[in-house]
């Protein structure tokens, strides 16, 4: 008699098929970003050809020569104006991706976001404060300071809101997150009204509607360390996020700690939307919308879902930004109108797809 000890052929076939189904998407997705960050790069007012773009950077970066091929103009255009903007913008996008992704999880609700936690909504009274009233001055850099402290404030408010006998449940995430949203809505309301500066309630608004315009170096080097290192540590955490998406007895049997593991999760994303939001202002849609999107590509898997929401979320903010600052040039439009116009009517497609038992 033969013992089988094998899995069926038929499995390790199709193992490999999805396998390599999930390195073309998530190739394909890298590449697709490599083209839109040259192609981004060179539109605007003064347009730069795409292999110009290619060369101007090519060269600041690994020192490819062939500097008389384009004009001091053009260099200055592209690499200190627009190519951190566009980075910027991918870093962005791929934190609210990646943090919605997450979210989701730990929630385990399909509708999370970024905005769900508060960290957006305490942000933005950061950014109030600091933009109306001039505490710690009006520079960008203490802008930046006032909203990632405001992000950081909303989300050890939460942290105190939903732990109760020292466990943090999804519903009281849920609750809390959505509490601590309004509250911090409120005050940032208040804080406009009670200012007597119009030109700051108008920057205001237009802080809370997202926008790249201020991205310079320095802020893409902080932000996209913070981003790295924490897309990084979530990417980790990919295997217990997968049994925390089956469920807190499925965590439990494997030997994760689920109040534990929302902690570590949450954290990591408040800190890296925190710093994305305290640099582009409140972006929506972009962590609600795209993690759907890449799990209709890769699956639910985090190992599969995270790089592919990253690369995804990075190539569909940057294109809104194209959007926002060409469509009707030279006013440019705040981010959070066209990823809300792209978002909502792909939500609505999205929802249609899913379907509910109880509905059969």
């Known amino acids: 008699m033969t ?112 905005h769900l936690i508060g960290v957006t909504s305490g942000a933005s009274t950061g950014a109030a404060v600091s933009l109306l009233f001039g505490v710690g001055g009006t520079a960008a850099g203490m802008l930046t300071a006032s909203a990632f402290l405001g992000g950081l404030t909303a989300t050890g408010l939460l942290f105190l809101i939903a732990r109760s006998n020292g466990r943090m449940t999804s519903l009281r995430l849920l609750l809390g997150g959505v509490t601590i949203g309004y509250v911090f809505s409120a ?8 200012s007597d500066s119009p030109e700051g309630a ?12 201020s991205a310079a170096w320095p802020a893409v080097v902080t932000t996209a360390a913070v981003v790295g290192a924490c897309t990084l540590a979530l990417f980790l955490l990919a295997t217990r996020l997968d049994a ?62 995270l790089p592919a929401a990253a690369l995804l979320g990075a190539v569909f903010l940057v294109l809104a930004d194209v959007v926002a600052r060409t469509a009707f040039a030279p006013t440019e439009l705040p981010l959070g109108i066209v990823t809300a116009g792209v978002g909502a009517p792909l939500l609505l497609v999205l929802v249609r797809r899913f379907r509910n038992p109880a509905d059969s």
Do not use: C, K
Request: glycine share 10%; proline share 4%.
């Open 244 to 305: 925390l998406a089956v469920g807190d007895d499925t965590a439990r049997t494997l030997g994760f700690a689920p109040h534990r593991l929302r902690v570590i999760a949450l954290a990591i994303v408040a800190l890296s939307v925190g710093a994305v939001v305290a640099v582009a202002g409140a972006i929506g849609f972009v962590g609600l919308i795209v993690p759907h999107v890449a799990r209709l590509a890769v699956g639910s898997a985090h190992r599969r879902l």
């Open 187 to 194: 005050a940032t309301s208040f804080l406009i009204f009670a």
């Open 3 to 114: 013992a089988v000890t094998d899995r069926p052929e038929t499995d390790d076939l199709g193992y490999r098929r999805a396998r390599w189904a999930t390195l073309l998407w998530i190739g394909g997705f890298a590449a697709a970003l490599g083209v839109v960050i040259v192609v981004a790069t060179g539109l605007g007012p003064v347009q730069v050809a795409p292999m110009t773009v290619a060369r101007i950077i090519g060269h600041h970066t690994v020192g490819l020569p062939g500097t008389a091929d384009w004009t001091a103009a053009q260099d200055a255009i592209v690499w200190r104006v627009r190519v951190p903007r566009v980075l910027l913008g991918a870093l962005a996008g791929a934190a609210l991706a990646v943090g919605g992704a997450v979210l989701q999880t730990v929630v385990r609700n399909l509708l999370a976001d970024p």
């Open 202 to 213: 108008r920057a205001v608004l237009f802080w809370l509607l997202g926008s790249l315009a």
